[in-house]
């Protein structure tokens, strides 16, 4: 078993134990996020993102040209047979990793995959030397919101009614090299 199966095993045990109380599923794939492969998932992640986030979509080209970008990061989360389990998408700023988009399919959701998909990209950022990553989430999304926490970042800023449909504050989250 690789450290990747270890980590989504982990992160599907401690989730499921936590708010269900049973033993986790047993769901071993190859849980190493990388950039999207083909036209087809980046189609899948637009997809999904649409899906997720109706107000504020990615679309494919969008996603492409984010590809292409050298300060441009797009990765993928995928099942044993290709399916998209989850995306992430970011961009280098100034000495700061800025996450735009991070999303997990429905079906996925609550098992341990925004973690892992999270915790390898954070890897990947602090392997670069990037002192820094920070992201925006909506007040109300408390679950993005113990997944940050638990991933290191805290609360830095707020941008009152940022969001629309529905009105939403708007949390800035930092988390600085460890
Ligand atoms: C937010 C999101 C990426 C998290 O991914 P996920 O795979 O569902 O979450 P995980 O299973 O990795 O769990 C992350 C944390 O949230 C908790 N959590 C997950 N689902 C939960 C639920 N339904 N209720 C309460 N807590 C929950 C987990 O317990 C875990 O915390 P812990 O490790 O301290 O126990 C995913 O739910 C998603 O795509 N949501 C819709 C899009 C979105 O909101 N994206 C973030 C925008 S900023």
């Not at 134990?17 to 794939?29: I, K, L, S």
């Not at 030397?129 to 290191?152: H, W």
Request: with cysteine; aromatic share 8%.
């Amino acid at each position: 078993m690789s450290v990747f199966d270890r980590g989504i095993l982990e992160g599907e045990k401690e989730g499921n134990r936590e708010r269900w109380g049973g033993e986790p599923e047993a769901e071993v794939f190859p849980a190493v996020p990388r950039p999207p492969a083909s036209v087809d998932e980046v189609i899948a992640i637009s997809t999904l993102s649409h899906q997720l986030f109706p107000e504020q979509p990615w679309d494919r080209i969008a996603v492409e040209e984010e590809m292409a970008r050298r300060d441009g990061w797009v990765r993928v989360l995928v099942d044993g047979c290709g399916g998209l389990v989850g995306y992430l998408l970011a961009r280098t700023g100034v000495d700061e990793v800025q996450i735009l988009q991070i999303g997990v399919s429905p079906a996925f959701q609550g098992r341990g995959h925004g973690r892992l998909l999270l915790r390898r990209f954070l890897d990947e950022v602090d392997a670069s030397g990037i002192p820094m990553v920070s992201l925006e989430v909506r007040s109300s999304n408390r679950v993005a919101r113990k997944l940050y926490l638990g991933e290191g970042f805290r609360r830095v800023g707020i941008r009152r009614a940022y969001y629309r449909r529905p009105v939403d504050d708007a949390l800035l989250m930092t988390r600085p090299r460890p």
